[in-house]
């Protein structure tokens, strides 16, 4: 039985930092592509960075994020790591995480909130 279960959504101040962890279990970890979504309230779910299999994978991020978040993997442990810094308002959203490209699963979603 797949599973990915989300930590580490929190409310946080514009400006703030958080860190996202995504646990896996049920799969062989090492051999998927992990990616990152989110979806605000009334918008579509969008990418938000992706990692490509195997250790020190290439990485792609969405453009609102380029040079704040950084994804990251831990094969040995089954988790995907998604650090946020210089956090804005409009990265409000759930967070999903995603594995693989055709044959996916997904998270249940864990709450960011950026608001003063």
Not at 53 to 76: E, L
């Amino acid at each position: 039985q797949v599973q990915l279960v989300e930590s580490g959504g929190d409310l946080v101040q514009p400006g703030g930092s958080l860190r996202l962890s995504c646990a896996a279990s049920g799969l062989t970890f090492s051999t998927y592509v992990m990616s990152w979504y989110r979806q605000a309230p009334g918008k579509e779910r969008e990418l938000v960075a992706e990692i490509s299999s195997g250790v020190g994978g290439s990485t792609k991020y969405a453009d609102s994020v380029k040079g704040r978040f950084t994804i990251s993997r831990d094969n040995a442990q089954n988790t995907v790591y998604l650090q946020m810094n210089s956090l804005k308002p409009e990265d409000t959203a759930v967070y999903y995480c995603k594995a693989g490209r055709w044959n996916v699963h997904w998270g249940q979603g864990t709450q960011v909130t950026v608001s003063s």
